[in-house]
């Protein structure tokens, strides 16, 4: 720092760093405040007192105010990362205090989380906090090994519930999303299984053959769900059970293609489509079950993304750039 200063930092060792008011004024409004009531007052000295801190964490600080930037403070901000995000927050310094945030969200660990996470909580920083909770939640095994966590379930219930709290949530999300994986799981295999349901019925697909057209043609490449279905076509044509399961699965696998069939004028040659459609539409205004129609609607989303998805296929995601 030049010559000419008017203001002097002290430390909680007593160390006074020199400083010029017009760089702290125009780097923290804070201090702006704090000067100008030392001005008013009559305080010739102009002193601001930085206690609770290390000595060589006040000094990068200072540092920091006058380069307006953390270029070439990275190892600063590895050591005094904490004690910088306490002063940009008690200092409504925005800039330094998202990259404290993001240098010790960078820096952590399994034995330095919940000492960040509680800095966090008491610095406003949602983000930190955040990432500190996932990182909990990930590694909590190895968490619950810290000190750290030891000192918060002895002196700190409220910051130990919002954890616990935060992990369960966690585990809920964690079994909602596998619930959802296995439920689009099955919504594709109904999905492949009405593509192939058609295919058997309208171009034939080994053994299964359209009532107009001999021989069939190549298997389709979903050859085992294809296969799966001539299965239980022929059990269906065969059996004479009325409580067959499996002829109640083939049942609603025609229904189900009924619900989602395209042509309400041409005859569709998978059997009893239009039967069941002439049934829903007498059953149209009747108390329906919800969940068959949510049924069909998300049978019906996975078709509709997965023929866009083919035709992003066939033509690139990208276009290609002409040729000048």
Request: hydrophobic letters at 40%; aromatic letters at 8%; glycine letters at 4%.
């Amino acid at each position: 720092m030049d010559a000419g200063h008017d203001i002097q930092i002290v430390t909680s060792d007593g160390r006074r760093i020199p400083a010029h008011f017009t760089v702290l004024a125009s780097a923290s409004s804070v201090m702006a405040s704090i000067l100008d009531r030392t001005r008013r007052l009559g305080d010739s000295g102009r002193v601001i007192m930085i206690p609770g801190v290390p000595c060589d964490a006040v000094v990068a600080f200072v540092r920091l105010l006058y380069s307006s930037s953390t270029k070439g403070e990275e190892e600063a901000m590895g050591f005094y990362g904490m004690h910088l995000l306490v002063l940009s927050h008690v200092y409504g310094m925005a800039w330094l205090k998202r990259a404290c945030e993001a240098a010790l969200a960078s820096r952590l660990t399994s034995d330095t989380v919940v000492d960040v996470l509680h800095l966090a909580r008491q610095c406003d920083a949602p983000a930190l906090y955040l990432r500190c909770m996932k990182l909990v939640a990930k590694y909590f095994a190895d968490v619950e090994k810290s000190e750290a966590w030891k000192f918060v379930q002895a002196y700190d219930p409220w910051l130990e519930l919002e954890i616990l709290q935060f992990l369960q949530e966690a585990e809920l999300r964690h079994k909602q999303q596998r619930r959802k994986r296995v439920e689009q799981g099955i919504y594709m295999e109904l999905s492949e299984a009405m593509e192939c349901l058609w295919h058997i019925y309208t171009e034939g697909c080994t053994d299964v053959r359209p009532l107009d057209r001999s021989p069939p043609l190549t298997p389709c490449a979903r050859f085992s769900t294809c296969r799966g279905l001539q299965l239980l076509i022929r059990h269906f044509a065969s059996c004479h059970s009325k409580n067959c399961t499996r002829c109640c699965r083939m049942w609603q696998l025609l229904q189900l293609h009924s619900a989602l069939c395209e042509q309400p004028t041409d005859p569709c040659k998978v059997p009893l489509c239009m039967e069941f459609k002439l049934r829903m539409q007498q059953m149209e205004g009747k108390m329906e079950d919800n969940k068959w129609r949510l049924l069909v609607k998300k049978v019906m989303a996975v078709r509709v993304m997965s023929s866009l998805s083919k035709r992003r296929e066939r033509k690139g995601f990208f276009p290609t750039a002409k040729a000048e």
